[in-house]
Structures are given as structure tokens and as C-alpha cells.
């Protein structure tokens, strides 16, 4: 059967959900969350079947230069992609469903899919490849063997004496509490010493809450009456994801980013979820070691890049134009 563009919503997620490799990222309720967040954001997601689909492929169509240059992503922003189930064989033969010769592009594996962590060699013609790693935990059946089992004494000490502290944690989707955690990731942003090659909207976070509906939750935490940081993440398909935390920096002696961890993790497993996925870490081993603390391993995973034409003309218009002055006698 070949792939089509027609999608039926429900078909795809009701689906989509009982496969074990797949994310809410390869979801059509993510793609409603995108569509509502970044409406010039083109959908043009692939599945093999309509009512009784057999193959889900998620694809996203981001313009930039007035249109002039297109950036194709299998997942938005910049998440798991890949299709579900992952291929037997070669990973490249979905490689020919992304259209157009002058267009870049974005293929991201997926850490859940066993196969698709291993190198996808040999490397195709035009592409660059390059690897990511995200933490998982896998989640024990109850609290106990969690907190007696996985976390260290020394972990279990530092939680305790974290929540004599005083903070308080609970889930939101007040707009208020929105805005506020959209307005600690601004401030997050302005002390960043490289500005990010994309600045989130306010309407990615408020889409989130009003799209997503259970499957997306908003951890708010507040200390004496004040909101001091949240955590949004979601939950799907048996698994949940972290997906962005953000915390007043005049509050980081109360570490609240390791008392909101703990929260997630209790909840996930009461919840019957198994798998707490944390995402990557841009790198930064401190941010590493931190999640590794509450037990979760590292898994790999690669991406796929496409450098489009007109993007290599638009790069190389940019050097031109950077070009050192003559000397003049």
C-alpha cells in the first residue's frame, strides 16, 4: 500500500497508540498542539492506510526568507521522529518520501525504536549525519522499589531535606500560571550568552494546555504563595516525557527542579506508566548527571541533515556579504 497524504485523526492515534516504539510526538494530538501553536507550520505528515493504517510517518513543512527556503522536520521542534513502526532493513527507504530536491531537511530517529539506534551506514548521498542521546528511566511497579531501589541514600536525604523546605508542587492550567513560566523562559533566554537559533512562542506553551488536555500536564511550583517555576510534560501511550521546565534563578537554593523530578516520577508510577523519558541534555554533562541521579540511562539516537539549495545560496549569500573590506593605499 503507498503512503498518502489523507489522515484520519483517530484512526492514526488509536493506532499509533498500542505500538510500543511510538511517542506523543508521532502523534496527530502533537500535530493539533502544533498546528494551534505555529499555524504557518505545514503539515505534511504521510500515512500508509486511513482507516486501518498500518504505517505512520510525521512530517512538518517550516518556511523561512519569505517562503523562499523550506525546512522539512520529521518531528517539531525538534523531537523524536521517524516512522512507526520503524522499517525493516535499511532506515533509508523512507529517506525517498521527503519531496522536493531544493528543500532541507531534518530526519530525526527515534530511541524507542531498537533498530534505529544503530548508524545508518552508509550514510546517504547529501546527507550529514549526527547523534543525540536522551536519559530514560524505566519505571518500577510501585513508589517503594523506586525510592528504596533505584535512588541512592544520599538522593533519598537530599529530597528529604529539600521538602522540609516548604515548596509545594501541583498541576495547572490557569493561564496565569502559564504566562508566568512563559515569562521565567524568557528570562532563562536573555542569560543565555548564544541566542537560540528559534525563541519559543507564548502560544506553544498556552497550545500545550489547551490542546492537549490530559496528556499534557503543567507541573506549577510555588513557594510562600509564589509561583516560583513549572514543568510541563507529557503523558502518552505508557510513557512520559519532560518536555520544558523553567524556575525563578532568585529561588535556586531551593532547588526546585529536583523535588518537581521526584513528583513526576511518583506520579508516572502511581499512574501506571512505564517509561520516563527526560529528553537530551544539549550536551551539558552537569544536566546529565543530574538526571542520572534519579536512575535514568542514557540512549542514543541519530540525525539526519539535508542542506536544500536555496538554503546553501542564501548561506553563501550571508558569507558574501560578511566579506572583509578591501585595504585601501
Same mark, same amino acid.
Given at each position: 500500500?503507498?503512503?498518502?497524504?489523507?489522515?484520519?485523526?483517530?484512526?492514526?492515534?488509536?493506532?499509533?497508540?498500542?505500538?510500543?516504539?511510538?511517542?506523543?510526538?508521532?502523534?496527530?494530538?502533537?500535530?493539533?498542539? #502544533?498546528?494551534?501553536?505555529?499555524?504557518?507550520?505545514?503539515?505534511?505528515?504521510?500515512?500508509?492506510?486511513?482507516?486501518?493504517?498500518?504505517?505512520?510517518?510525521?512530517?512538518?513543512?517550516?518556511?523561512?526568507?519569505?517562503?523562499?527556503?523550506?525546512?522539512?522536520?520529521?518531528?517539531?521542534?525538534?523531537?523524536?521522529?521517524?516512522?512507526?513502526?520503524?522499517? +525493516?532493513?535499511?532506515?533509508?527507504?523512507?529517506?525517498?518520501? @521527503?519531496?522536493?530536491?531544493?528543500?532541507?531537511?531534518?530526519?530525526?530517529?527515534?530511541?524507542?525504536?531498537?533498530?534505529?539506534?544503530?548508524?545508518?551506514?552508509?550514510?546517504?548521498?547529501?546527507?550529514?549525519?549526527? /547523534?543525540?542521546?536522551?536519559?530514560?528511566?524505566?519505571?518500577?511497579?510501585?513508589?517503594?522499589?523506586?525510592?528504596?531501589?533505584? #535512588?541512592?541514600?544520599?538522593?533519598?536525604?537530599?529530597?528529604?531535606?529539600?521538602?522540609?523546605?516548604?515548596?509545594?508542587?501541583?498541576?495547572?492550567?490557569?493561564?496565569?500560571? @502559564?504566562?508566568?513560566?512563559?515569562?521565567?523562559?524568557?528570562?532563562?533566554?536573555?542569560?543565555?550568552?548564544?541566542?537560540?537559533?528559534?525563541?519559543?512562542?507564548?502560544?506553544?506553551?498556552?497550545?500545550?494546555?489547551?490542546?492537549?488536555? +490530559?496528556?499534557?500536564?503543567?507541573?506549577?511550583?510555588?513557594?510562600?504563595?509564589?509561583?516560583?517555576?513549572?514543568?510541563?510534560?507529557?503523558?502518552?501511550? !505508557?510513557?512520559?516525557?519532560?518536555?520544558?521546565?523553567?524556575?525563578?534563578?532568585?529561588?535556586?537554593?531551593?532547588?526546585?527542579?529536583?523535588?518537581?523530578?521526584?513528583?513526576?516520577?511518583?506520579?508516572?508510577?502511581?499512574?501506571?506508566?512505564?517509561?520516563?523519558?527526560?529528553?537530551?541534555?544539549? !550536551?551539558?554533562?552537569?544536566? +546529565?548527571?543530574?538526571?542520572?541521579?534519579?536512575?535514568?540511562?542514557?540512549?542514543?539516537? /541519530?540525525?539526519? +541533515?539535508?542542506?536544500?539549495?536555496?538554503?546553501? /545560496?542564501?548561506?553563501?549569500?550571508?558569507?558574501?556579504?560578511?566579506?572583509?573590506?578591501?585595504?585601501?593605499?
Amino acid at each position: 500500500m503507498t503512503w498518502s497524504r489523507r489522515i484520519d485523526d483517530r484512526s492514526w492515534d488509536d493506532w499509533l497508540i498500542h505500538q510500543d516504539e511510538a511517542t506523543i510526538f508521532h502523534s496527530r494530538l502533537w500535530a493539533r498542539v #502544533l498546528k494551534a501553536a505555529f499555524p504557518k507550520l505545514g503539515d505534511r505528515s504521510l500515512c500508509r492506510g486511513i482507516n486501518d493504517p498500518s504505517a505512520v510517518f510525521p512530517l512538518y513543512a517550516w518556511t523561512r526568507a519569505a517562503g523562499l527556503v523550506t525546512h522539512l522536520h520529521s518531528s517539531f521542534p525538534f523531537l523524536y521522529g521517524g516512522p512507526v513502526p520503524w522499517p +525493516e532493513g535499511s532506515p533509508h527507504q523512507w529517506i525517498d518520501l @521527503i519531496p522536493g530536491r531544493g528543500v532541507s531537511a531534518w530526519i530525526l530517529s527515534n530511541p524507542f525504536a531498537g533498530p534505529s539506534r544503530k548508524s545508518p551506514e552508509p550514510v546517504p548521498a547529501g546527507w550529514t549525519l549526527s /547523534w543525540d542521546r536522551t536519559h530514560i528511566l524505566t519505571l518500577p511497579e510501585t513508589v517503594d522499589e523506586f525510592w528504596d531501589g533505584i #535512588l541512592t541514600t544520599q538522593k533519598r536525604n537530599d529530597i528529604r531535606r529539600l521538602t522540609r523546605k516548604g515548596v509545594e508542587i501541583d498541576s495547572s492550567t490557569e493561564p496565569k500560571d @502559564i504566562e508566568t513560566v512563559y515569562q521565567l523562559y524568557l528570562q532563562r533566554v536573555r542569560s543565555w550568552k548564544e541566542r537560540p537559533g528559534m525563541i519559543y512562542p507564548r502560544e506553544y506553551f498556552s497550545a500545550m494546555a489547551a490542546v492537549g488536555g +490530559e496528556s499534557i500536564r503543567l507541573y506549577r511550583v510555588r513557594f510562600e504563595g509564589r509561583l516560583i517555576g513549572g514543568t510541563f510534560v507529557a503523558r502518552w501511550g !505508557g510513557k512520559v516525557h519532560y518536555i520544558a521546565g523553567y524556575f525563578d534563578h532568585e529561588a535556586r537554593k531551593l532547588r526546585p527542579n529536583v523535588l518537581v523530578q521526584n513528583r513526576i516520577i511518583h506520579d508516572a508510577i502511581q499512574d501506571g506508566f512505564r517509561i520516563y523519558d527526560m529528553l537530551p541534555s544539549a !550536551g551539558l554533562r552537569n544536566v +546529565e548527571v543530574f538526571k542520572e541521579s534519579f536512575g535514568s540511562k542514557p540512549v542514543p539516537f /541519530w540525525k539526519l +541533515e539535508k542542506e536544500g539549495s536555496l538554503q546553501r /545560496w542564501a548561506r553563501g549569500i550571508r558569507k558574501f556579504g560578511r566579506r572583509a573590506p578591501e585595504k585601501k593605499d
